[in-house]
Nanobody
């Protein structure tokens, strides 16, 4: 059974940073694209970022054109620890949401931001940003 276990959420103030973690089984991690989504209350689940097995990253349209050093979120995978991380910087109240880790078998990258194209999901971790 595939398990994705998120951690790292919490209550922070605007401008703070958080690093979310998602641990997966070795078999899952070594063969799957890993991604993060978020879902704010009353809204649909939205794509944040994804990283394929070879390490290439994809980001939501709102940040993808920024240089890596200017992005306020970044996705990294540690293959030795079977863990994917989402670094969230300069958090804003509108970032308040449940953040989900997801995994999918390799397929066409055109659908990488589509939550319906993911095979496995974690239970989510709550991020709350106060103003």
């Amino acid at each position: 059974q595939v398990q994705l276990v998120e951690s790292g959420g919490g209550l922070v103030q605007a401008g703070d940073s958080l690093r979310l973690s998602c641990a997966a089984s070795a078999r899952t991690f070594s063969t799957n694209t890993m991604a993060w989504f978020f879902q704010a209350p009353g809204k649909e689940r939205e794509f944040v970022a994804a990283i394929i097995v070879r390490g290439y990253t994809y980001y939501a349209d709102s940040v993808k054109d920024y240089a890596d050093s200017m992005k306020d979120r970044s996705i990294v995978r540690d293959n030795a620890k079977n863990t994917v991380y989402l670094q969230l910087d300069n958090l804003k109240p509108e970032d308040t949401a449940v953040y989900y880790c997801a995994a999918r078998r390799p397929r066409n990258a055109n659908s990488i931001a589509d939550s319906n194209e993911y095979d496995y999901w974690g239970q989510g971790t709550q991020v709350t940003v106060s103003s």
